[in-house]
């Protein structure tokens, strides 16, 4: 049996979104999260179980990784390793088709192709929602990454309930997403260790679960008002939390404020355009088909790189030709 696999995911869009974990070791996040995979931009990985070899061999786009980067890997890779029950030694290796760290979810997609390249090349039979909790021990949107479309996942003190959920809606044809490149290097996994000591993450838990249920709702119904109005407020209300921490993160540049001003002007001139970020300075513009040439005008017009993108689907894998060695 080959035990070699090519898997490939997108990254997420958070639209409720996590921030803190309870359990560091297992990522098991504060409370509930919803997001939407964005497309095409995706990470490719390729894992080949080696019974002969005798460590671990780990790449990112052509760079070896060392350090806290590949902690997290090994995380992942030693859980399937229990799962499957041997000791095998692994070759990794993975691509970005965007770029990393500059706030569009890179770690999300990467851990949720590594899940499930990992699991399927030791021949595991596992569901998304199973896989989910793989690639949650890399990063707890990559749970969100592994189902796709538009996702839940649900905090829990445990695989079987922590776990992610795709959530149909008709929302998924008509989205499209001005992506606002703002690079400013940041780095998600510090602010996640001191969210609970704002003094405004209590309310913000509070707040949560009202925002899902209405979230959750908004997407049935397919209402986008309802449902972008809503990943708007929880960009502020999540920022608010990141910047009255003991670091005072601010991930905002003058050019994220820049874009959010322009959307509030389309608004005005009767746009349907709201925008979104995640723990980063770039921004996510979320409107309809319709709209995307006069959003993105507005936006080139700042002097900001965008991109177009549309709702990605679930992890999957690819036909050996596409492996990556």
Request: charged letters at 25%.
């Amino acid at each position: 049996m080959s035990m070699k696999a090519t898997a490939r995911a997108h990254p997420i869009q958070g639209l409720v979104k996590y921030h803190g974990m309870r359990d560091p070791e297992l990522r098991l996040p504060y409370h509930d999260s919803i997001s939407v995979c964005t497309a095409p931009t995706n990470t490719t990985t390729t894992v080949e179980w080696q019974p002969d070899a005798s460590e671990d061999l780990l790449k990112i786009d052509g760079e070896v990784v060392d350090g806290r980067a590949a902690e997290r890997i090994e995380l992942v890779v030693d859980y399937v390793r229990e799962l499957a029950g041997f000791d095998h030694a692994v070759r990794f290796e993975s691509e970005n088709s965007f770029p990393s760290n500059i706030g569009f979810g890179s770690s999300s997609s990467g851990f949720a192709a590594a899940a499930l390249a990992l699991v399927e090349a030791a021949g595991l039979e596992m569901t998304h929602p199973a896989i989910s909790t793989v690639a949650r021990r890399g990063s707890s949107s990559a749970a969100r990454a592994v189902t796709g479309g538009f996702s839940h996942l649900y905090a829990g003190m445990n695989d079987e309930d922590c776990r992610s959920y795709r959530l149909e809606s008709d929302l998924e044809d008509e989205l499209r997403i001005v992506a606002a490149h703002v690079p400013a290097y940041k780095e998600t996994e510090e602010a996640h260790k001191e969210a609970a000591e704002s003094h405004m993450f209590s309310a913000r838990m509070a707040h949560i679960p009202t925002q899902i249920a209405d979230m959750r709702d908004a997407l049935r119904r397919a209402d986008f008002i309802d449902a972008f109005k809503l990943a708007e407020h929880d960009s502020l209300s999540l920022t608010a939390a990141t910047m009255t921490g003991p670091s005072g993160w601010v991930y905002w540049q003058p050019e994220t404020i820049a874009v959010f001003n322009a959307v509030r002007e389309l608004r005005e001139e009767g746009v349907e355009v709201y925008f979104s970020t995640d723990t980063g300075a770039s921004v996510y513009v979320n409107t309809r088909e319709e709209h995307v040439e006069t959003v993105r005008s507005r936006i080139d017009a700042i002097g900001i790189e965008t991109d177009v993108w549309e709702v990605g689907g679930p992890a999957h894998t690819l036909d050996a030709s596409e492996a990556l060695f």
